[in-house]
């Protein structure tokens, strides 16, 4: 669906995915600053009070629906994107999700893995082509992935526990992972998108790939699955997470995402932490015969759903 308000012809326009809540939200507003704001996400509703925040403020939105864990649903949204005829300056490649329970998709994946990594990477191959020389692509990665990260190890991580896509879409993951139910498909999710920048970079040389890490964002919906104990100290956490370090808060990770996004030098392959600064993944993802591997591999699971066909569930029943 593209609900089409004003895009003045000559603006930039800015993709974003998941900009209806937490950090993609806050983003979504700065980067009106900027120019157009194509907001893509699963719920019409809440994109329509993103649009209107966006207008009344003297910005420009336009809206496409799309469920990142549905890959038909994520291709219509790209020729959507690319039908409404504006110059794109940045794609990001915000949504995620972080569900205590796996569900399965239309597809019968694990939707955390198609959710986080599988519908984004979709969604940016669909787009790459049209995308003018110097666009940049921005994933929003976590250091979850990192098995020797001591804040996300102290929060139950243990590192992307990755044997191959097929077996992520399965919900199958090296054994010794989280006990944490959820931690292990997610970590090993938002590695696929750092190992994607990482790849990206190298293939198409003539787009900047960029990864950032926003830092632990207690204030947005992400950790609504967390178990008890934990969701409570995060709330606890929220009044100071401006002030401690290792904790952002959606409104400073959005400025730090927007300069990253909008930022014209040539820098490729980086990886920024929610500050700006520059950062390093898991010993595993900066082995670039490893990063490659895992772009390939989904890249084959994506090519075994037809580029065209019916979108579950608006159009057929399952
Ligand atoms: N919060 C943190 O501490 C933290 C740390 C590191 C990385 N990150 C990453 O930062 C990004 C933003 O997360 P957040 O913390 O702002 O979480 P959030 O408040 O839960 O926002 C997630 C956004 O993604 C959208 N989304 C989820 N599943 C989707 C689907 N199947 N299709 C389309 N859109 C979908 C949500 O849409 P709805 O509004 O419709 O649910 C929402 O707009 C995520 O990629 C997350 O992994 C967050």
Redesign the pocket.
């Known amino acids: 669906m593209a609900e089409n308000s004003v895009a003045p012809s000559g603006e930039t326009a800015w993709v974003i995915?998941?900009?209806?809540?937490?950090?993609?939200y806050r983003t979504a507003l700065e980067l009106a600053a900027h120019g157009t704001v194509i907001l893509v996400?699963?719920?019409a509703d809440?994109l329509s009070v993103v649009e209107k925040t966006i207008t009344e403020n003297g910005g420009h939105a336009t809206s496409i629906v799309?469920?990142?864990?549905d890959i038909v649903s994520v291709r219509r949204a790209a020729s959507e994107i690319l039908g409404l005829g504006l110059r794109i300056g940045g794609v990001l490649n915000?949504?995620?999700?972080?569900p205590a329970t796996s569900t399965l998709t239309p597809h019968g994946w694990d939707s955390t893995f198609a959710?986080?990594h599988l519908g984004p990477l979709a969604f940016t191959d669909a787009l790459v082509s049209s995308l003018p020389d110097r666009a940049n692509v921005v994933f929003?990665c976590?250091s979850t992935e990192d098995p020797t990260d001591k804040a996300a190890t102290r929060s139950g991580f243990r590192g992307s526990r990755y044997i191959s896509a097929e077996a992520s879409s399965r919900g199958e993951y090296e054994p010794g992972g989280s006990t944490q139910a959820g931690a292990d498909a997610y970590a090993t999710s938002?590695q696929g998108n750092l190992a994607t920048v990482l790849s990206m970079a190298r293939q198409v040389p003539r787009l900047r790939f960029r990864a950032v890490?926003?830092?632990?964002?207690p204030g947005?919906?992400?950790?609504r699955d967390l178990p008890l104990g934990l969701r409570i100290m995060t709330k606890a956490l929220m009044p100071f997470a401006a002030f401690i370090p290792g904790l952002n808060t959606?409104r400073r990770a959005a400025r730090t995402i927007v300069r990253v996004l909008t930022d014209q030098s040539p820098a490729t392959g980086v990886y920024y932490d929610g500050t700006g600064r520059t950062m390093s993944g898991s010993e595993r993802v900066r082995d670039l015969r490893f990063s490659d591997r895992y772009l390939a591999e989904s890249r084959a699971l994506l090519a075994t759903i037809p580029q065209t066909g019916p979108t579950w569930p608006q159009d057929e029943p399952i």
Not at 17 to 24: K, N, W
Not at 66 to 69: I, P
Not at 213 to 217: M, Q, T
Not at 220 to 223: D, E, G, I, Q, T
């Open positions: 995915t998941g900009p209806t809540s937490g950090i993609g996400g699963r719920n809440k799309a469920d990142m864990s915000n949504a995620g999700a972080m959710t986080n929003i976590s938002k890490e926003p830092g632990f964002n947005s919906s992400l950790s959606p």
